[in-house]
């Protein structure tokens, strides 16, 4: 059996090691889609806690959808151009974004729309005909969420009428009332109508396991409820490096202990400090 090498800290590369976790990370595709002055760039932002659209690379993949991706990023994000409300450009926004998706689906589980961020500006009244048909052949392809935004413009009666216009297109558990409004984000009792942890959660429990991380490494953890989430996935990494060293400790060598478990320790500790945004400058 050949001699293990003892882990040696002045020769390790934590950038090497975190450039090989980033590359183990395998990325969630999200799609955000909505008419123009829905509060799709509001979403983004609130979500991520940054706008991802000026850290990532855009790319047009479509005349009106934009993909943004960057090995900062643990996510794609698939951002569509929107469509003005009675505008002639309605139905081909509608075209280009089912077959966008329809066309993904027939490709390999990395490429892939694994979710839809559907968008609709509350305060307006109304879901079009339009967000109707799009909403439901979107949800034959892909997990769908629709977001009704501006919450704070519009009284309980219209948010009702306004969800009440959804049931027979979406789950109930798949429509989401959100606000970045300061006064409802700010006060413990307005922020309670709010579902943006809720909205996380079941984006999370959509994804394959092995794409969770993806989306929890790039949450904006405001609350303790985005904490706890969070934590969870966590612990689950935790778990499997615990498993591993469990292997590496039954081995029957002198001193194996320390050569086998020091450098799991290690790459568990840089896993963690990746998962919850530690920079590499932070930690050198």
């Known amino acids: 059996m050949d001699k293990q090498t003892p882990f040696n800290f002045d020769t390790y590369d934590l950038k090497e090691e975190l450039d090989r976790l980033r590359g183990k990370v395998k990325k969630p595709n999200i799609l955000i889609a909505g008419a123009t002055g829905s509060g799709k760039s509001s979403v983004v932002n609130h979500v991520f806690g940054r706008d991802l659209t000026k850290v990532a690379a855009g790319e047009p993949v479509t005349r009106g959808i934009h993909q943004f991706m960057s090995d900062e990023i643990a996510i794609v994000l698939y951002d569509s151009e929107g469509y003005e409300i009675g505008s002639a450009r309605q139905q081909a926004y509608a075209d280009e974004v089912i077959g966008f998706v329809e066309r993904a689906q027939t490709k390999g ?8 961020w559907y968008v609709i500006n509350a305060s307006m009244k109304r ?3 339009l967000d109707r048909a799009l909403i439901k052949q979107l949800n034959e392809a892909t997990s769908v969420a629709v977001l009704l935004t501006q919450i704070d413009q519009v009284d309980v009666d219209e948010l009702a009428a306004l969800r009440q216009e959804l049931v027979d297109v979406v789950p ?5 009332q959100v606000s970045v409004a300061d006064e409802l984000l700010h006060d413990p009792e307005l922020r309670a109508h709010l579902d943006w942890e809720r909205l996380v959660t079941w984006s999370v429990e959509q994804l394959d396991h092995s794409l969770q991380e993806g989306l929890l490494m790039e949450i904006h953890a405001e609350s303790e409820a985005m904490l706890k989430l969070k934590r969870k996935k966590a612990n689950r990494i935790i778990s499997g490096y615990v498993a591993s060293a469990g292997t590496a400790a039954a081995v029957p060598l002198p001193f194996a202990d320390a050569i086998a478990l020091t450098p799991i320790q290690v790459t568990m500790s840089v896993h963690l400090f990746r998962y919850w945004g530690v920079k590499r400058t932070t930690i050198c």
């Open 127 to 129: 879901v079009t005909p």
């Open 172 to 176: 109930k558990e798949a429509v989401f």
């Open 109 to 116: 589980a990395a490429e892939q729309i694994h979710l839809v």
